[in-house]
C-alpha cells in the first residue's frame, strides 16, 4: 500500500487494474470526505481512529514507553477501509497484513524487546528467556520496525490527503469560476497553485497497454511514494485531455468534465424533490427549471475578478505578499462579486474601482490592522 503504481494512457489512468479517465480522483477526492454542508470532515470522520494510531506510533517511538494499544488492529482496518475510496488498492491484503503485523503477541514481544533496553536486563532474562535467543531479538527488532514503518505511513498519508483535498479544492473551485476551460487557461491556474511541487521521488518506465480490441499502445507507469504526488499528476495528465474537475452549481458536489463545453452541472440529482411525485430533479432539469442553464456567458463582473484573482495568486507566488495577505485580498474579492448579485448599480460603477490592484490592497491593509 505504500507505494501506488499507475499508468497513463491516452487520457485514462489505470491503478490496481481499474481503468478511469485521468483526473477523476481529484473528483473522488473531493466529493469523499465533504459533509453536506461542504466542509472537509477527514479529521472527524476518522479522529479516533487516528489519534489511536498516533498514540500508539508515540509509545513506539518513545523508549520509556510500552504500546497500550488493545484494538490498534481494528482501528487500522477502519482506517483502511475509510480511505479506500481514494484510491483502489487490495484491501483484503493490507487488512491481513495489519491484522497480523499488530497481533497481541506481536505487540507483547515488542513490549518486551523495549523493556530490556531500559530495565535490568537479568531481571528480564529470568523472566523472558526467550531474550536470549538471538534468533528471538533479530525478528522482534524486525516486527517493531516493520509497526513503526506502518503507523508512519498512515501519518504522512493523512497529512498528504489534507494537503491534496486543499490544493484540489482550491484549483477545481478557480475553474468553477472560470469562463474559459482550454487547456492554455486551465494549466497556468494549477501551476501557479502548485508552485512549490516538486515529486519527490519517482520511478516511471514506459510500457505497452493492451486495450479491449488487443490493440497495443503507449503507456507510462509511474510509481508514487505520496498520494498528494500521484493526485497532482493525474490532475495534469487530466487538464492535458480536457478532464479537469468543477463544482455543480445546483448540489454543489464535484464533477469531472469530460468535454471542453461549459457544463455547469454533474449529472447527478439534487435533494430537491419534484412536486407531484416523490422523484427529485436531476441536476440539469433544475437548471433548466430555474433558468441556471449551462451555456457560457462573456460576463464581464467575473472577468474582471478572475483577472485579480490570478495576478494574486502570481503575485503570491513569486513572494511579493504573504499567504495571509492573499487570503485576506481573495475573501475581499470574493465579497465585491457577490454584492454585485444584488446590487446593480454598484455592479454598473464602484465594483470596477474596488476590484483594482491598488483599492484591493488598501482593503487588506484596513483588514489586517484591524484584526
Ligand atoms: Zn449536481
Known amino acids: 500500500m505504500k507505494d501506488i503504481k499507475a499508468i497513463f494512457c491516452d487520457g485514462n489512468v489505470i491503478v490496481g487494474g481499474v481503468k478511469r479517465y485521468a483526473g477523476k480522483y481529484s ?5 469523499a470526505f465533504t459533509d453536506k454542508k461542504g466542509e472537509y470532515i477527514i479529521e472527524k470522520k476518522l479522529e479516533k481512529e487516528y489519534t489511536t494510531i498516533m498514540k500508539a506510533l508515540e509509545s513506539l ?9 488493545p484494538g490498534i488492529a481494528k482501528n487500522l482496518i477502519n482506517y483502511i477501509s475509510a480511505i479506500k475510496v481514494l484510491f483502489p488498492f487490495n484491501v483484503s491484503d493490507e487488512i491481513q497484513k495489519t491484522t497480523e503485523l499488530f497481533s497481541d503477541k506481536n505487540i507483547h514481544v515488542v513490549n518486551i524487546l523495549k523493556q530490556s533496553r531500559t530495565d535490568n536486563p537479568h ?6 528467556p526467550e531474550l536470549s535467543d538471538a534468533q528471538f531479538v533479530i525478528r ?17 498519508i493523512t497529512h498528504d490527503i489534507s494537503k491534496a483535498y486543499s490544493e484540489m479544492k482550491e484549483i477545481a473551485d478557480t475553474y468553477s469560476e472560470m469562463q474559459k476551460h482550454y487547456e492554455n487557461d486551465l494549466l497556468p491556474v494549477a501551476v501557479d497553485l502548485l508552485n512549490n511541487w516538486n515529486i519527490s521521488e519517482l520511478k516511471t518506465r514506459y510500457i505497452t497497454v493492451l486495450s479491449k480490441k488487443g490493440k497495443k499502445t503507449l503507456g507510462r507507469e509511474m510509481i508514487f511514494t505520496s498520494y498528494r504526488d500521484f493526485i497532482i499528476a493525474d490532475l495534469f495528465e487530466g487538464i492535458h ?30 435533494t430537491i424533490k419534484k412536486t407531484y411525485s416523490n422523484d427529485t430533479y436531476s441536476c440539469a432539469e433544475y437548471a433548466q427549471k430555474t433558468k441556471r442553464n449551462d451555456k457560457a456567458d462573456s460576463n464581464p463582473i467575473k472577468k474582471i475578478y478572475e483577472g485579480r484573482l490570478s495576478q494574486l495568486r502570481r503575485s503570491r507566488n513569486r513572494g511579493l505578499i504573504s499567504d495571509e495577505f492573499y487570503e485576506a485580498a481573495k475573501a475581499i474579492a470574493k465579497e465585491y462579486l457577490k454584492r454585485t448579485d444584488y446590487d446593480k ?27
Open 140 to 156: 522482534t527488532v524486525e516486527i517493531e520496525s516493520e509497526m513503526k514503518d506502518c503507523l508512519l505511513f498512515f501519518e504522512n
Open 345 to 371: 448599480a454598484y455592479a454598473e460603477s464602484a465594483y470596477k474601482t474596488d476590484m483594482t490592484q491598488e483599492e484591493i490592497y488598501k482593503a487588506v491593509e484596513r483588514k489586517l490592522r484591524n484584526v
Open 241 to 270: 485531455y480536457g478532464h479537469y474537475t468543477r463544482q455543480c452549481i445546483i448540489c454543489e458536489k464535484y464533477f469531472l468534465m469530460e468535454k471542453a463545453f461549459n457544463q455547469k452541472v454533474c449529472g447527478g440529482k439534487t
Open 123 to 128: 531481571e528480564l532474562w529470568e523472566k523472558y
Open 27 to 31: 473528483k473522488i477526492l473531493l466529493n
Open 61 to 69: 517511538l518513545c523508549p520509556e514507553m510500552l504500546i497500550d494499544s
